[in-house]
């Protein structure tokens, strides 16, 4: 039996990503793959005549768009495709959100928008965001010169793959001396509240709460994921006035984290992230966003993400043979794809999802590509072209490519796949590359050869900013001893862009535990390790309220129990996260509190 792991729950729509990414979910599934496991597993090895067969193909299909970013292009491309064919979810005058990047006049644009239809939804750093028409789009872009990139809006995943954290941590010492968050703002970020009634009633949440839907979906739809980390916040510093606030989008975001500097509150919890939105080397609009947060004077708690165990690889383009196709396997140029597998799912409210197959992929080109890569994907049973982005990067567009399928939720069974990566003719080979997978996606191993996926350098974005307190996890059964969690991601960061790469995650929370919300289901991944961290960090502020986020962070990192090589590494930060009180204002007692934990 092989144990596919469906580590996301994803909030998205069809774009993920600069792109926009997508998600996971709250525990591990079992699979059992069609006929006979040892015969399949033999399916995967050797079958170079697939190989031959797949590059006799005729010429990949190509895009002359410039000024349009892959996943906006292959949303109009399908939908144009659908029309044509008179069916299909989406119509041409179906409005979506959609990022625009202006050279000058932003105030001349947006008034010409507006009378081409499109509404403008929020301004930062250059970029736009608008809701407008898919028919209108492609004229749009051809006639505003202004404009020089529209992409869609980032989404952000879930990372759980609910406590007894409270005494793991150090938190039950702080309730016992009366320290309970009293006085404390935390808002919990999330796609999703369902069951939070219910969670109300049974008193794991408080009814004292605010909550604020940006997303128009109805605060408890889709996920029970924010709702759970509430759960756990709330655990570990009852006192602590809660804020709820869902998003789907990079749009939602930006106005949940204005909401937050306007009222005033003192740590967020976050317990998402995506792929793509910067080089991953703590750059990029989504960053910046919460390093202006920082700035303003709250501690962000975000999950490093849960990537490192088949949903990522990082390597360097190589073409040995010089036919423009990259050997996962250096060096063997007959191994120039590599398998993908994912199987159908579907949201907490029986919602078939539409981003089952996620494929991002960037390389170190940052911020405006003139080194130009592309992806295809076919089905490796039918050796059908089934997906591909291949937007050309000219110098007016980021290094990134990304394909998004949705698996028909009827078809219950493994999908395989053929990834491959090629660069135009005459293009450079050798830039470092990263792909990450979202929906139900997993590498799969072929062939003679190990797994290619990587753990090194996996860290989701906003956690990779070096403003936002990274959480890694480790399971609380094994809290004292380790290793961290397979799956929990490890840094460094991308050394991309001309920033040095430095160490990833900051701190580590415990996973696995055990709550309401998710019933009789542990609550796995870095999503449940953050709302500890950041509910520990709310007691903290009740006990010292003058703390700014800098000292704040701080006190956890320099209290957190050492674990891996000494001091801080790419596998648990600083430590497990334990807090210790400082008794009657004595701060030399706590390294010897400390050691008695």
């Not at 989406?90 to 959100?97: H, I, S, T």
């Not at 202004?146 to 980032?154: G, S």
């Not at 039918?382 to 990304?402: H, I, K, R």
Request: charged share 20%.
């Amino acid at each position: 039996m092989f144990r596919f792991k469906r580590k996301y729950v994803y909030a998205g729509i069809v774009s993920l990503l600069a792109l926009g990414l997508g998600a996971v979910s709250h525990s591990s599934v079992i699979v059992e793959p069609p006929g006979n496991m040892s015969l399949y597993g033999e399916r995967f090895q050797g079958d170079r005549e697939f190989l031959r067969h797949l590059k006799s193909l005729p010429d990949r299909p190509k895009v002359e768009e410039h000024k349009m970013g892959p996943r906006l292009n292959g949303l109009i491309r399908n939908t144009i495709s659908l029309e044509n064919q008179s069916a299909g979810p989406l119509a041409a005058a179906e409005k979506v959100r959609i990022m625009l990047s202006i050279s000058e006049n932003n105030d001349h644009v947006a008034l010409v928008l507006e009378e081409r239809g499109a509404k403008v939804l929020y301004r930062r750093n250059g970029m736009t965001a608008v809701e407008m028409p898919i028919h209108a789009i492609e004229d749009m872009l051809n006639t505003l010169d202004e404009i020089q990139f529209a992409r869609l809006p980032n989404q952000f995943r879930p990372m759980s793959v609910t406590s007894e954290g409270v005494g793991l941590t150090g938190a039950q010492k702080f309730q016992n001396i009366g320290y309970n968050g009293s006085g404390v703002k935390v808002a919990v970020i999330d796609v999703g509240f369902k069951g939070l009634t219910a969670a109300q009633t049974s008193g794991d949440i408080p009814n004292n709460i605010i909550v604020k839907d940006y997303t128009g979906r109805g605060l408890q739809t889709q996920y029970l994921h924010g709702t759970a980390c509430a759960e756990i916040v709330h655990d570990m510093a009852p006192q602590a006035l809660l804020y709820l606030l869902k998003i789907a989008d990079e749009v939602d975001l930006y106005n949940a984290l204005d909401y937050c500097v306007a009222n005033n509150i003192d740590i967020i919890s976050y317990s998402l992230g995506t792929f793509g939105s910067g080089p991953g080397n703590g750059t990029g609009l989504v960053d910046a966003a919460f390093d202006e947060v920082r700035a303003k004077g709250i501690l962000v708690v975000a999950a490093a993400g849960n990537e490192a165990d088949g949903s990522h690889w990082q390597g360097k383009f190589y073409d040995s043979d010089g036919d423009d196709i990259h050997e996962f396997i250096p060096g063997d140029p007959e191994i120039w794809y590599n398998f993908i597998v994912a199987i159908p799912y579907k949201d907490d409210d029986g919602n078939p999802e539409t981003n089952d197959v996620t494929v991002i992929m960037r390389w170190d080109n940052w911020p405006a590509a003139t080194i130009d890569y592309d992806m295809y994907l076919y089905d490796y049973d039918t050796v059908q072209l089934v997906g591909y982005s291949n937007a050309f990067q000219n110098g007016s567009q980021p290094p990134l490519e990304g394909i998004v399928i949705n698996l028909p939720d009827s078809e219950n069974y493994w999908h395989t796949y053929a990834l491959i990566v090629t660069k135009k003719n005459g293009e450079p080979a050798g830039a470092d590359i990263e792909i990450s997978l979202g929906g139900t996606s997993e590498f799969y191993p072929i062939d003679n050869y190990p797994m290619i996926a990587t753990a090194s350098s996996s860290i989701a974005e906003p956690a990779d900013a070096k403003s936002v307190l990274a959480v890694g996890a480790v399971n609380y059964s094994k809290w004292t001893t380790g290793p961290q969690e397979a799956f929990s991601s490890q840094g460094p960061t991308n050394g991309w862009a001309g920033i040095s790469a430095y160490t990833k995650p900051d701190i580590s929370g415990p996973d696995g535990t055990s709550g309401t919300t998710y019933g009789t289901s542990s609550f796995f991944g870095t999503s449940a390790a953050t709302p500890h961290v950041a509910g520990a960090a709310a007691l903290v502020l009740s006990m010292k309220p003058d703390l700014g986020p800098d000292a704040l962070q701080a006190y956890l990192q320099n209290s957190a129990v050492d674990m891996g090589v000494p001091g801080k590494d790419n596998l648990y930060g600083w430590g497990r996260l334990f807090i210790v009180p400082e008794n009657r204002g004595l701060p030399w007692l706590l390294p010897l509190l400390k050691k008695k934990e």
